[in-house]
């Protein structure tokens, strides 16, 4: 696979990542196969996609157990290993995990030596504020975050879905490596100030759900293809009207896909890996096929002709949550 590198100052990584979140949470559960899921991480180290991302939430916590258990020996040192802090499971609503924002210094600090412990490691590549606790400064929680890196516990630290002055006030404390925030056809908020400001700063943008949650790939029609305890239930672009306004665009992915002799999931990711050049994309997946045809979307390069007729697609029916 080509490679980029983690924003200007950071490692090379494949341009296609892999989003492990589920692979124990959130999507289908109950089909949760951590043999499987083992292998698929260690076949993406061999695709050459090496940024492989988790977070102590996914569970929480069983996550970033299995993605230890999936770089155990060798394998670490090929991956660039990301994960996350700052969202805390604090109740359930019919069975439904709610989570709250903690950035407070003290957590953080705790918090990352639980993460190395599951993920038998003694650094991570990259440490990532899953959400900004509006109830802390970001100045406090990036400079305990700033305190892991200067303690050797991570390489690097970053951000996700923040704004361009929650980027710039974090900067001012210690160097941003990266910002995660959700992009793809269907979602394209960050193209508007965040994902330009990452381009002119060096910082690198990766896009989480960049396939829409599967839905861009073409393998939902209707509602009742989602499992039964699968999250996507809850979301309103997945409801029934919702869903069937929004496959006129996995139309018109598809006849690109048909055209290009590729398939609509890797032409839904080959448009996120044209937005720029420090732009990698996470997919998640659970399956070896998936990961095949996502790592091959490094390989497609989109006419201008169908850039244009993507960027052209009208916005998504529903919000995101």
């Given at each position: ?145 700033a305190e892991v890196v200067a ?49 002119r700063e060096g910082i690198a ?44 665009m996995v139309g018109t992915v ?68």
């Amino acid at each position: 696979m080509r490679t980029t590198t983690l924003g200007s100052q950071g490692p090379a990584v494949g341009v296609v990542g892999l989003g492990c979140m589920g692979m124990t949470h959130a999507y289908d559960p109950s089909g949760r196969d951590d043999t499987v899921s083992v292998d698929v991480v260690r076949r993406a180290l061999d695709l050459g996609v090496t940024l492989i991302d988790t977070a102590d939430a996914y569970g929480p916590y069983t996550n970033e157990e299995l993605v230890g258990r999936a770089l155990a020996g060798p394998y670490r040192e090929r991956a660039v290993l990301a994960t996350k802090v700052g969202l805390v499971l604090t109740s359930t609503d019919e069975g439904r995990p709610v989570y709250g924002r903690n950035g407070r210094p003290e957590h953080i600090k705790a918090s990352i030596d639980a993460s190395l412990r599951r993920l038998g490691t003694d650094h991570v590549d990259l440490y990532q504020l899953h959400r900004i606790d509006t109830e802390v400064p970001v100045e406090e929680t990036w400079g305990a975050l700033a305190e892991v890196v200067a303690a050797g516990k991570a390489r690097r630290i970053g951000l996700s879905e923040a704004s361009v002055e929650e980027i710039e006030r974090a900067h001012a404390v210690h160097p941003v490596a990266s910002v995660q925030s959700e992009l793809s056809l269907w979602t394209r908020d960050a193209l508007a100030d965040v994902l330009p400001h990452c381009e002119r700063e060096g910082i690198a943008f990766l896009p989480f759900s960049p396939l829409g949650r599967g839905f861009l790939a073409g393998r939902f029609s209707s509602y009742d293809d989602l499992p039964a305890d699968d999250m996507r239930r809850n979301l309103p672009r997945f409801q029934q009207e919702a869903l069937r306004t929004n496959l006129a665009m996995v139309g018109t992915v598809r006849a690109i896909a048909e055209r290009t002799g590729s398939t609509p999931a890797q032409v839904a990711l080959a448009w996120v890996l044209a937005q720029g050049r420090y732009v990698v994309p996470i997919p998640g997946t659970k399956t070896p096929k998936y990961l095949t045809d996502n790592a091959g979307a490094a390989d497609l390069t989109l006419s201008p002709a169908d850039l244009t007729e993507l960027n052209d697609l009208p916005a998504a029916t529903g919000t995101r949550y």
